[in-house]
């Protein structure tokens, strides 16, 4: 299964002054799996030693000299490593806190090794207040669900993403393809881009059968709030993760959560699941200049769920309705947002944490409400989402008109189109909006 971060490692492997690198997600994005078959395809040796399943590798770390680490490794592993030739990848990493300090070692004593680490619950380590990160010693890496591009490539139509970056406004999409591409989000709505479930619909065709693996993955995220739920109580955990999946889309009010637990807890409990990957916070901004985050407002935010397959999962509906009805329009089009969320945060560069946010204006007599802004380089653009086939851009106008912009962006079912300073822009080709604003402002 190609992922597009793999072009990153090559690119991470090649690099003159290359630090070491963490590949930081959340579980079961297919970090491991990623690693690996990246070691094997461009290292002679590859040394994977993963915490969870073999603590007694610790003691190689009580010591934090690169060369006593390798010494020892070398011994236990009974594998050479030699500078170009073997990737040493620590994995579960935040199982072994010293490993990861022993990272800038490694940088400024053995900076000739290629050395990864990853771990599904990394950021508690790193956001830990005693923990002591080694900043500018290392390099980090997101790694997210599959995007809708690596979902075609998966089921065999890679193809089709070949064609979709070839489009241009004046040419459009054929309406035979537009419907075959629609379809196709749909099947990615219901699958989602956990690369397990992908791989289960490849090799089954059957959605029950992924249906089934969705439940077991959300079971998982479960059994690991007991690693992170030290100082808030499993229980507020729990709450925020089964209700947040149906809250995509809305404003986030405690109450609409629980109204028994106090808002503190629950923002604890938001920050936490935030950090394992599994939440995504979309903030408030007032979009007066870049970059957005100088003007957000951390009290009022959305929030997505890590993947669209298990939002749609945690509705319950029968696999014969998602097939038959449009699932675009359930919960008042939640689920169009979600994937316009993931698909937006899927496309932004890999080597930094990527941000969402989205504008609102509250006033008695002209509620306006844009569901994302985003940039293409110096150049803010407000996006609306629209899950059916009709809708009203009273808001994006009304931001267009507000801030002086030339540009907004409509996602829906609707073909590629360009007028009146609305680029239409279908939800099967989100990872060509930068490309196609670029055409429109050059």
């Not at 990246?38 to 590798?57: A, C, D, R, S, V």
């Not at 594998?79 to 990848?89: A, C, G, H, Q, R």
């Not at 537009?178 to 289960?200: C, F, K, S, T, W």
């Not at 941000?355 to 985003?374: C, P, Q």
Request: net charge neutral; with cysteine; proline share 4%.
């Amino acid at each position: 299964m190609k992922r597009q971060l793999n072009q990153s490692l090559i690119k991470w492997k090649n690099q003159p002054g290359r630090m070491p690198l963490l590949l930081r997600g959340a579980r079961q994005v297919g970090k491991s799996f990623l690693v690996e078959d990246f070691g094997k395809t461009h290292f002679k040796y590859i040394i994977n030693i993963n915490f969870e399943l073999k603590p007694e590798y610790k003691s190689c770390f009580k010591t934090l000299d690169p060369a006593e680490i390798i010494k020892s490794l070398s011994l236990l592993t009974q594998t050479p490593i030699i500078p170009s030739e073997t990737l040493l990848f620590f994995d579960e990493a935040q199982e072994c806190p010293r490993c990861i300090e022993s990272l800038r070692y490694f940088k400024e004593q053995k900076p000739e090794l290629h050395v990864i680490a990853a771990g599904s619950l990394l950021e508690f380590v790193l956001n830990d207040e005693n923990f002591h990160m080694p900043v500018g010693r290392i390099q980090s890496l997101y790694l997210k669900p599959l995007s809708f591009y690596e979902f075609l490539d998966a089921i065999g139509k890679a193809s089709w993403c070949e064609y979709l970056q070839t489009v241009t406004l004046s040419d459009g999409v054929d309406e035979v393809m537009h419907n075959q591409l629609l379809r196709a989000v749909r099947e990615y709505l219901i699958l989602g881009g956990m690369p397990a479930v992908v791989q289960q619909f490849i090799e089954s065709n059957n959605f029950q059968f992924c249906h089934e693996l969705q439940a077991a993955i959300l079971e998982t995220y479960r059994n690991d709030f007991g690693k992170y739920a030290k100082s808030v109580n499993h229980k507020y955990l729990q709450t925020v993760f089964e209700k947040t999946p149906g809250l995509a889309g809305q404003v986030i009010k405690y109450t609409n959560i629980s109204q028994d637990i106090q808002s503190r807890d629950l923002k604890k409990a938001i920050k936490l699941l935030t950090y394992a990957g599994v939440l995504q916070p979309v903030y408030l901004s007032q979009a007066n200049g870049l970059p957005l985050n100088t003007t957000l407002n951390e009290n009022r935010f959305k929030l997505l769920f890590l993947d669209t397959g298990l939002v749609q999962y945690t509705t319950h509906l029968g696999i014969d309705t998602l097939l038959s009805d449009d699932i675009l329009l359930l919960n008042r089009g939640s689920l169009a947002e979600q994937f316009v969320g993931q698909e937006l945060l899927s496309y932004k560069v890999p080597y930094e944490r990527a941000e969402l946010f989205y504008w609102e204006r509250e006033k008695t007599s002209s509620k306006a409400e844009v569901d994302y802004i985003t940039h293409v380089g110096s150049t803010i653009i407000p996006v609306e989402v629209k899950a059916g086939k009709t809708g009203r851009l009273k808001s994006l106008q009304q931001f267009l008109e507000e801030k002086k912009l030339n540009l907004g962006v409509r996602i829906s079912q609707h073909p590629l189109a360009f007028e009146r300073k609305i680029l239409s822009l279908p939800l099967y080709m989100i990872a060509e909006f930068d490309r196609l604003v670029k055409t429109i402002e050059s």
